[in-house]
């Protein structure tokens, strides 16, 4: 009867079964060096046939292998693990490990080329991704979900080290607790730290600003643009911070130029309605009074009187019509008055001169302006206006100027035909979308204040000019509304 107990042949072939089916090389060699076992898979990796291989020394097979690890395993019986090129296929990598047994040693090996070259794939894309990010000028770092930096760029790395922001500890530093700064030093820090901790807790999925850091008298202004994204299942933030202090120089330069020309215009403008007072104005008034006493001289001769009262005719319109222009070029009342009521007496003249009914809304704060601005949203007005009555075909327009939440907001709103309609209804061609040169003169205005200019065109008709400023809390104390005094549109 069998026993219980699996025969050793039977045991045996068991084993073999395994081994042959393993997805590992498996040798075994004796105390001699000679192989005594072998697997289909090493066999395979040999491409030699059994008999080939059983029974022949370790080196008559492996011919350029080393024996130190067999050796260790064999006469000191230490295990070894390594992942080296194979001597006897160069083009091969195997991960190899050396047992000890008691008659002599068990070695398992494994190709693993197609990893390796994964892993150097890997490798390399990595190192071409740090040398391209660390090629930049702008400051890159990446984030984890808690604001640790867990990667950075070269330029961060330099502008952290120049500024202070380097950790002295081995642990990388929160890039959030880096913006607990003086507010002289980094007065938009706070911001920063609202943006990105949005980011963190998946509250918007990216961000753009830009701002100011202040360091030993220099200004340097950074552009922030900040991205979630997530890998293996966790959410990661990539910050960049480039440099556009040169931009934002250019354009403080820009700003000036523009203001001085403004004023250059705006001077000019004073000098040439002041010479058309002084001077234009007193010669039409001499030949009016000269023509009175002709027609003392003419009164018996009525075609000459009646020629004398249409010159008189023609100089009065000529007056009114001087004393127009002297006003539009340079409202002598808004210094005096200030820019509501000026503003009041240009609208009411605009729609007595127009026909076009013109409400005016005008907030209190208003008069809290800087007088340079306040002249700026005059003419702003004046063009906006002309606007309306050259290309809008207008019946109604009404204009509101505020001050809501740091910001000066006008809006010149008509009934009329719309930006880019003909008469007829028809699409316009394509260069009458502006509402012509008038809307770059604004957009230039607003330009010298950083300010901004919109224009919507209604689908049912009318067009809605809105021109925006910021104010500086300095120059206007006081001066916001509140949020129901907010210009619609």
């Known amino acids: 009867m069998r026993s219980g107990k699996v025969k050793a042949d039977e045991f045996g072939a068991c084993i073999g079964f395994i081994l042959d089916n393993l997805d590992t090389c498996y040798l075994k060699v004796d105390r001699n060096y000679v192989i005594v076992e072998a697997n289909s898979r090493a066999l395979s990796w040999l491409r030699l046939r059994r008999e080939e291989v059983i029974g022949r020394g370790y080196k008559t097979v492996f011919r350029r292998s080393p024996l130190k690890m067999l050796e260790n395993a064999i006469e000191a019986t230490i ?124 509250r918007r999925r990216a961000a753009r600003l830009i701002h100011a850091w202040h360091c030993e008298g220099k200004s340097l202004w950074f552009q922030l643009s900040a991205a979630s994204f997530e890998s293996e299942g966790e959410t990661y933030l990539v910050v960049v911070n480039e440099d556009v202090t040169a931009v934002k120089e250019a354009q403080h330069v820009l700003g000036e130029a523009a203001e001085h020309v403004s004023l250059l215009k705006d001077e000019e403008r004073r000098r040439i309605a002041e010479e058309l007072h002084d001077s234009t104005a007193q010669h039409l008034v001499a030949a009016g009074l000269n023509l009175m006493g002709l027609k003392t001289r003419v009164a018996a001769d009525q075609a000459s009187v009646d020629l004398v009262q249409d010159i008189d005719a023609s100089l009065e319109v000529a007056m009114k019509e001087l004393r127009t222009i002297t006003y539009l ?161």
């Open 329 to 489: 070029l340079h409202p002598p009342d808004l210094e005096k008055d200030g820019l509501r009521s000026t503003l009041a007496t240009y609208v009411h003249g605009f729609d007595k001169r127009t026909g076009v009914k013109t409400r005016l809304r005008v907030s209190p704060a208003v008069g809290l302006l800087p007088a340079t601005l306040q002249r700026a949203f005059f003419l702003i007005v004046q063009e906006g206006l002309a606007e309306v009555h050259r290309h809008a075909s207008a019946s109604r327009v009404a204009i509101d100027l505020r001050c809501v939440q740091g910001r000066v907001h006008l809006l010149v709103q008509d009934d009329g035909r719309g930006i880019g309609r003909a008469s007829s209804g028809k699409r316009a061609p394509e260069r009458q979308l502006s509402r012509g040169a008038g809307s770059a003169s604004i957009r230039a205005r607003l330009r010298q204040f950083g300010g901004e200019l919109r224009i919507v065109s209604s689908p049912g008709g009318g067009t809605t000019l809105h021109a925006m400023v910021p104010i500086h809390a300095v120059s206007v104390t006081g001066a916001s509304g509140s949020a129901d005094d907010a210009p619609r549109g």
């Open 79 to 202: 295990f070894t693990d390594h992942e080296l090129r194979s001597y006897d296929r160069p083009d091969r990598w195997v991960d190899l490990h050396t047992y000890p047994v008691h008659d002599g040693a068990i070695v398992f090996f494994k190709d693993i080329s197609a990893q390796k070259s994964l892993e150097q794939d890997a490798s390399w894309t990595r190192v071409l991704l740090e040398r391209t990010l660390d090629a930049l000028s702008a400051h890159v770092v990446v984030l984890d979900k808690t604001g640790t930096i867990v990667a950075s760029n070269l330029a961060w790395r330099r502008f952290a080290e120049t500024h202070g922001l380097a950790s002295s500890s081995d642990q990388s530093p929160n890039y959030l607790a880096l913006y607990a700064l003086p507010v002289e030093r980094s007065p938009d820090a706070a911001r920063i730290v609202e943006v990105l901790s949005d980011l963190l807790a998946a």
